[in-house]
Structure formats: structure tokens, C-alpha cells
């Protein structure tokens, strides 16, 4: 790949500058790539992309690292995308710059697709004694914290301390929430039996503050689905509804429910709640009109900001009022083609097109090697099939050997589709 220096030297215009901490940035890069729009500039704070969808099938083993976390060299290798690995300290809207680690680049466009952060509600706590789940790091350090208390449980004599040993709190409700419950209720018993466990001994607990799960995430189909998957699955599972977390100490949380506070002992607490703008979105000036309640960016259906037209930004730090759509993956391509194309357009001196998103589906894991799926809103598939449409519709997103292999095998979810919905 050129260096940005590179990019200067050789082209009279500034690059396009795309920050990204997600799908919205690689797939408006790699859109763009494939329009020849002129110079591209990647810049993300992390050598690799993680495909955070598919992270529960990394804790589960069930999918390999490199197919879910690639390096961002080898996906842009001879792409003539220039990725720069760094953090976005500033961005200077007037000044059309965009400042990190000691150096500034300039842009002809930008696209804004830092994602979101954890919000803990100012909860106590919250953020020192739970462990969250959106990166690989995420992943392994739960993995072997799990692993751990494991094996503290099979040597703990006490039968309260084995239970809280034994038990994890998952805080939220939603597709996160009922999505970990499923895994760690299956995965947990496949490493507690050969330590000489009983597997009937492990307790998941669900504390979601509203008064059902998945009421944003799912149709109602799904979400009966979802409560029978939970219901079924190797390990308990429980869900505590209208149950708000307010403390949470070591190995503690404290939560109030129909007027009573209550405690739960949990060695484990997974965080799976609450999204909050980037710093840098927070700290951009933007009027407030142009900003929702959560301060997100409002865009025009086009994706640009109102108040600077040559700025874009994809996914979940924002959203057309207009048109609102879920976080999802395959929102963010549908989005990063979209913004490709405007982009294009606006070099070419053409008018823009608003944004179209078309959602196949939703795709929700339900256990070890199964997934519900429900496709078009109409049809539902449950069990390893529903697992394999999954994978096979998420790693067809993907530009690394994952995607070389669906495409070997791409007419299976196809095939699939025809037969259920007759299409």
C-alpha cells in the first residue's frame, strides 16, 4: 500500500478520509475502491477489523479467528486503499482536517464512521466489575475468566460461594443480552463436565430493566422464539424483567425490581447494554437541532451532514430522522455503497440519491451451531439450518478467504431462500 505521503505527492487533490471503527468505514472504502473515486485514506485505531457479529462463535470456537478478525493490511493489500492505524484526536470541520498522533491530514471528503462506546449510565461500578464483549480481546479475556471460575467452583467447598461460582449475570435485555445467555448456557456445561462439574449447576441470569426482552431487536415471532430457545437450552436460564441495575461490586449486583432492592451473587458480570457516542463525534460543532436525544448526528436521507455537505457518516453515531435503521452489518454496507456512490457523484458534479436500505432479515444466534433466522419478516428458520444461513449471509459480507469461501459455496443460502419463500 502507498503511505499518505504518497497519496499527496501524486494527486492535486486531498484523498477522501474515511474513520472507521466498523463496517460503515470498511465498506464505504471498499465501495469507493470499486467506483475509482480517486485517493482513499482508511484510518482506524486498530491493525485488525472485527466482524463483532460473529465474536460468540469465536468464544464457542466454532468459527476461526482470522476469518472474523483480519488485519486491515492483508483485506486492503492491492486494493490502493491506504490504511493508517491511529487515533482521532480532533476533527476540524471548517478546516476540512482531521488530526492524530502528532500529524493532520486533510480531505476532500470525510466519512464518519467512528461507531459508538459503552455507556454505563453512571451506574457504580458498572464499568470496573463487568466485562464487556465488542472486541477480540473481549472475547479471550472472558473466555478465560470464565474458564477460571470454573475450576474455583470443582474446589469450593462452600455451596454459596460454588453457586456464585457458577453464576452469570448478563445486564441487558436485548439482541446482545438473549444472544450471550444462549451461548454461555451451551458453551458453559461443554467445559464444566470433563472438570467432573455437574452441569445443572450453572446459572445464567438475564437482568433486563424493561418489561421484555429483545422489544427493539425482534418481531414478536422471534421474540416468543427466542424465550422458548432460552428455555431449552443445556444450562438455566433466567430472565429477570423490570430488574434495574444499580451498583455493581465484586462478585455483586445490585438491582431493584417491583419496588425491592435485591443483590445477586455472580462472579461474572457481562455488560451488554448501553451505547454512547464517540468523544470525538461529542466534541464536533454541530448545532444541537442537528443532533438527536442521544446526540447522535442527524443526516439527510443523502447520509451528509446539513451543515457540512461534503462530510457523511454511516452507522450507529448516526441517523436519518427520516429513515432510521437498525446497527446492523448489512445496514452499514447497503450505507457504505450508498455513500460510495454520493461521493462519486458529487466529484462528477451530479445530483445525490438518498440512501436505500432493503433488510433481508433478521439473524439472531440461539445456542451452540444454531441461529434463528427470520427472512423478509415473513418466514422463520430455526436450529442448524437457521445457523448455517447466518453464517453463510454474514461471512458473504466479508472480503477475505471467508468470502472466497461462500462463494464456493453461495448457491447453499440461496438455494435455501427459494425453497422456503418459493422465489
Known amino acids: 500500500m502507498r503511505s499518505p505521503a504518497q497519496i499527496h505527492e501524486t494527486n492535486d487533490n486531498p484523498p477522501i478520509l ?15 475502491r470499486d467506483l475509482h473515486s480517486g485517493p482513499i485514506i482508511l484510518i482506524d485505531q ?50 476540512k482536517q482531521v488530526k492524530l498522533n502528532g500529524l493532520s491530514y486533510s480531505y476532500r471528503h470525510l466519512v464518519l464512521a467512528l461507531g459508538s462506546t459503552t455507556s454505563y449510565f453512571g451506574i457504580p461500578g458498572a464499568k470496573e466489575h463487568t466485562l464487556s464483549f465488542r472486541t477480540a480481546y473481549d472475547v479471550f479475556a472472558l473466555g478465560q475468566h470464565l474458564r477460571n471460575r470454573l475450576q474455583i467452583a470443582t474446589q469450593t467447598e462452600d455451596t454459596e460461594e460454588r ?3 457458577l453464576t452469570v449475570a448478563i445486564v441487558g435485555g436485548g439482541a446482545s443480552g438473549v444472544e450471550m445467555a444462549a451461548t454461555l ?33 425482534a418481531s414478536d415471532r422471534l421474540r416468543e422464539t427466542a424465550q422458548s430457545e432460552l428455555q431449552r437450552r443445556t444450562a438455566s436460564v433466567e430472565v429477570l424483567l423490570g430488574s434495574e441495575v ?5 462478585g455483586v449486583v445490585e438491582f431493584e425490581r417491583n419496588g425491592q432492592l435485591e443483590r445477586l451473587a455472580a462472579a461474572t458480570v457481562v455488560w451488554t447494554t448501553g451505547n ?110 437457521g445457523q448455517a444461513i447466518r453464517l453463510a449471509t454474514y461471512l458473504e459480507l466479508m472480503p477475505t478467504p471467508a468470502r472466497n469461501f461462500v462463494n464456493r459455496t453461495g448457491w447453499f443460502t440461496e438455494e435455501i431462500l427459494k425453497r422456503i419463500t418459493g422465489v
Not at 474515511?18 to 469507493?32: E, N, P, V, W
Not at 444499580?246 to 465484586?250: E, L, M, N, R, T
Request: aromatic fraction near 8%; hydrophobic fraction near 45%; include cysteine.
Open 46 to 95: 486498530s491493525w485488525w477489523f472485527v466482524f463483532k457479529p460473529l465474536l460468540y462463535e469465536l468464544l464457542s470456537s466454532e468459527v476461526k479467528l482470522e476469518l472474523i478478525c483480519p488485519r486491515y493490511d492483508r483485506l486492503l493489500h492491492k486494493s490502493g486503499i491506504t490504511f493508517v492505524l491511529g487515533t482521532v484526536a480532533a476533527i476540524d470541520l471548517e478546516q
Open 185 to 217: 448456557a451451551d458453551l458453559l456445561p461443554t467445559w464444566y463436565i470433563p472438570l467432573g462439574g455437574n452441569p445443572q449447576d450453572i446459572r445464567i441470569v438475564i437482568l433486563q430493566r424493561g418489561s421484555e426482552i429483545l422489544k427493539e431487536s
Open 276 to 385: 454512547a457516542t464517540n468523544p470525538v463525534i461529542d466534541a464536533l460543532p454541530i448545532a444541537p437541532e442537528n443532533r438527536d436525544k442521544h446526540n447522535r448526528l442527524l443526516v439527510k436521507p443523502t447520509l451528509q451532514l446539513p451543515e457540512f455537505p461534503e462530510v457523511f457518516a454511516p452507522g450507529d453515531c448516526a441517523i436519518d430522522p427520516l429513515n432510521p435503521q437498525p446497527a446492523t452489518a448489512q445496514v452499514a454496507y447497503q450505507q457504505g455503497a450508498a455513500i460510495a456512490h454520493n461521493i462519486k457523484a458529487l466529484i462528477a458534479g451530479k445530483s445525490l440519491t438518498p440512501a436505500t436500505v432493503n433488510l433481508r432479515g433478521t439473524l439472531m444466534k440461539l445456542g451452540l451451531h444454531e441461529s434463528a433466522v427470520e427472512i423478509f419478516d415473513r418466514y422463520e428458520v430455526k436450529g442448524h439450518l
Open 163 to 165: 453457586r456464585a461460582m
Open 246 to 250: 444499580k451498583a455493581v461490586h465484586p
Open 18 to 32: 474515511i474513520l472507521g471503527d466498523g463496517f460503515g468505514g470498511l465498506f464505504t472504502a471498499l465501495h469507493l
